[in-house]
């Protein structure tokens, strides 16, 4: 994946918060357990669960000037 400084974490971890919130929302009670497992992942556990979820990290690249 590259460097992981070079994705904006931050907006990764948001996307991924609200990703669970819906399916929590939705009567998906088990998300409330990855919601958790978001909220306190390292950078690297973040990306790896984004992965599994199916989201492009392109799509959070910090590009350098």
Excluded: P, Q
């Amino acid at each position: 994946i590259g460097d992981v400084m070079n994705i904006d974490i931050e907006k990764l971890r948001s996307d991924l918060i609200d990703y669970f919130g819906t399916a929590m929302a939705s009567g998906f009670g088990m998300a409330v357990m990855d919601l958790s497992r978001v909220e306190r992942a390292s950078d690297e556990e973040l990306i790896n669960i984004a992965l599994d979820c199916g989201f492009d990290l392109n799509d959070y690249v910090v590009l350098s000037r």
